[in-house]
Every structure is written in structure tokens, then in C-alpha cells.
């Protein structure tokens, strides 16, 4: 019912950037808080950025100043913008959304979008 996509990966060299952009679709009443994680193999999922719907963002200590996440309620997306990239930033990078649904009484749940790889290069 509901629909996250993630676009804006790909291979970069170290110092320079990328922007991911992340699209919320399907049967949306409200969302919530809006957030990145990123996975390396054999590595739990860690969070880089989090922003409420009222635009409160909290980023992980190792992308502060690096890294930048916005998001546009009208349009249901969130996009993390990254500069400064470092070759340990390497990782599939995932959009994930506390969304409300309207069914008879509202449920929410926490969605995730497919992931999209980032590769810096040093």
C-alpha cells in the first residue's frame, strides 16, 4: 500500500558529491518522520539522518556538517544531500518513513525503500 523509491546513487571520488532522493506513493494519510540509514555487509543498519514532518533533523556525529536531509511534505519525498564524501561512506543508503494509514482507525508503520548503493572512490 505504500511505496518508498530511492534514486541519486552511484560511484563518486572522495571530496565530491551526491544527492539521493527518496518518493513516499500509495494509500499516505500523514508521515511522520522521514530518515537514511546506510548498511555496509556484515554490519547492522546504522541511522545518518532523521527529519520530522515540522522539519526537526537530527544527523549521526560521523556525517554532521557533511551531510544535509530535507524533505517536501506536499510532495512526500526526503533527500539527503552529501558532500564532502569519504570512501567509508561507501554503503547501500535506504529511505525509510513512519507513515499513517486511514483504515477505519489510523495505523502507522515504519516502510523502507528498496536502497540504493553509494560508492566512493579514493
Known amino acids: 500500500q505504500v511505496q518508498l523509491v530511492e534514486s541519486g546513487g552511484g560511484l563518486v571520488q572522495a571530496g565530491g558529491s551526491l544527492r539521493l532522493s527518496c518518493a513516499a506513493s500509495?494509500?499516505?494519510?500523514?508521515?511522520?518522520?522521514m530518515g537514511w540509514y546506510r548498511q555496509v555487509p556484515g554490519k547492522r543498519r546504522e541511522l545518518v539522518a532523521h527529519?520530522?514532518?515540522?522539519?526537526?533533523?537530527d544527523y549521526a556525529d560521523f556525517v554532521k556538517g557533511r551531510f544535509t536531509i530535507s524533505r517536501d511534505n506536499a510532495k512526500n519525498t526526503v533527500s539527503l544531500q552529501m558532500n564532502s564524501l569519504k570512501p567509508e561512506d561507501t554503503a547501500v543508503y535506504y529511505c525509510s518513513a513512519r507513515v499513517g494509514v486511514w483504515k477505519a482507525v489510523l495505523v502507522v508503520n515504519d516502510y523502507w525503500g528498496q536502497g540504493t548503493q553509494v560508492t566512493v572512490s579514493s
Open positions: 500509495g494509500s499516505i494519510f500523514t508521515i511522520n518522520t
Open positions: 527529519i520530522t514532518n515540522s522539519g526537526t533533523t
